[in-house]
């Protein structure tokens, strides 16, 4: 999964699907999906409070301050040329990503592109009330949505009143009506707007929803393949990474088309049989993924790339207290979710980029800072700390809700403990 700039991630587990899973006799019914992605999400939702900065270029991230209303009623805003560090872009307004920023950029490297960009801090308790709010909307339309993070979700509108309706020259009249009343309803209930892919199954909605964005809506059927699919490039499909596309562009494969047209054993043979035949059936438009309603995260995790890289010994005070704030920070993410968990994790990443990975399974599930943060120790006593450090990271795993859990040891102060215990 990939990690996002807000430092936060959840591993999904296990699901409930909306439709039964497909059973290949009788043949499944057409389905009518949707995947709904919010329009520069964070941006937007800050463009909300500071509408003096429409139409301007607008980076979120960094960590900074937020923007200061001065006496004349202007706003002070720090800019992208007067940021040192190494945080990334979460995100930015469509002017900044004509100046080529983009989600996941360096910040220092997106203020040589875009000096002039204001620059403001990421407020993700603001994004996540909007997040609701959008698909709490949504989901008065359509009831079955899948949540697939803080700003998409895929919907089922198979069986949502009229959305299999045809109108004469136009067959999908009936999905771009329900597409626009879910517009509608978004902007709406959040002031947002969003685009709306519709396709016969999640891996086409979701290109779909891209194809015109911000504010559109792209329905495609099968039969659409060939023209609207086949010639993009192959890393636009979810599921096929930098390094998937690279070696299938090694191979002479760069378009989606030219993926279809590849041989089933040949991609077999180059990808493995389980790859292989998915990027096979991919590329042919063809995916049964049910829309999966409920799913519980098989674990949660916090992370932070440091502002420059720490020794573990001669920097050991300002490590322990990152370290003990991401447990702080990960209980509190488990508090609110709800759960404990029995497996704790971390994370390390040393100034060459090599990453290592420590965990340990407890006798009870924890949910606590200071019993988060006592395993954590544990782990990383089996770490070699011999060279500096770029990123830490902290992982409860094992997840189960509260209540049968003994409590836990309360009325320490995790910042007392050692780094290494
Ligand atoms: N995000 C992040 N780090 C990333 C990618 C995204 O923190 N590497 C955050 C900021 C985005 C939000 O997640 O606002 C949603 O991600 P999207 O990829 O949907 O990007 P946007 O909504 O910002 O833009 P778009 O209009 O292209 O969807
Ligand atoms: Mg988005």
């Known amino acids: 999964m990939p990690a996002r700039a807000d430092g936060r991630t959840l591993r999904a587990g296990a699901g409930r699907a909306c439709r039964g899973a497909p059973d290949p006799s009788p043949p499944m019914p057409a389905r009518l999906i949707a995947h709904l992605d919010m329009d520069a999400f964070y941006a937007s939702v800050e463009l909300l409070r500071y509408p003096q900065l429409r139409g301007q270029p607008v980076v979120i991230g960094g960590g900074g301050k937020p923007p200061v209303l001065q006496a004349d009623g202007s706003l002070a805003c720090a800019r992208l040329r007067d940021y040192v560090g190494r945080g990334v872009v979460a995100t930015a307004t469509y002017e900044a990503r004509l100046l080529g920023v983009h989600s996941a950029m360096g910040m220092m490297k ?7 960009a204001v620059m403001l801090p990421a407020d993700f308790d603001r994004y996540r009330h909007y997040s609701r709010l959008f698909k709490a909307a949504v989901r008065e339309v359509a009831p079955c949505i899948e949540d697939r993070g803080i700003d998409e979700i895929y919907i089922d509108l198979t069986d949502v009143p009229g959305a299999q309706d045809s109108r004469p020259g136009d067959p999908l009249a009936g999905a771009r009506n329900i597409a626009a009343i879910l517009q509608a309803r978004v902007r709406e209930a959040t002031s947002l707007s969003c685009s709306i892919g519709v396709a016969p199954n999640k891996l086409l909605a979701k290109l779909s929803s891209e194809m015109d964005k911000p504010g559109g809506i792209t329905v495609i059927r099968h039969d659409d393949l060939p023209t609207r699919i086949w010639p993009l490039p192959v890393r636009r499909l979810n599921g096929i990474g930098p390094k998937s596309a690279a070696r299938l562009q090694a191979l002479g494969i760069d378009t989606l088309g030219e993926l279809a047209a590849a041989d089933l054993q040949w991609l077999v043979q180059h990808f493995g049989a389980s790859y292989g035949a998915w990027l096979h059936a991919a590329a042919h438009g063809r995916d049964d993924r049910p829309v999966v309603t409920h799913s519980e995260p098989k674990s949660i995790s916090r992370e932070t790339t440091f502002e420059r890289d720490l020794h573990p010994r001669h920097d050991r005070q300002e490590l322990g207290e990152i370290f003990t704030r991401l447990c702080v920070r990960l209980a509190e993410d488990l508090a609110r979710k709800g759960y404990v968990g029995r497996t704790v994790g971390v994370k390390l990443r040393y100034d060459d980029f090599r990453t290592v990975t420590r965990d340990v399974t407890l006798e009870q ?7 988060i943060r006592r395993a954590a120790g544990s782990c990383l006593k089996r770490v070699p700390l011999d ?25 320490v102060d995790p910042y007392t403990l050692p780094l290494f215990e």
């Open 110 to 116: 997106a203020a040589a592109l875009a000096p002039d």
């Open 365 to 371: 599930p924890v949910g606590e800072a200071v019993a």
């Open 387 to 411: 060279r500096r450090l770029r990123l830490l990271g902290v992982r409860v795993g094992s997840l189960s809700r509260p209540g049968q859990a003994p409590a836990q040891p309360a009325g």
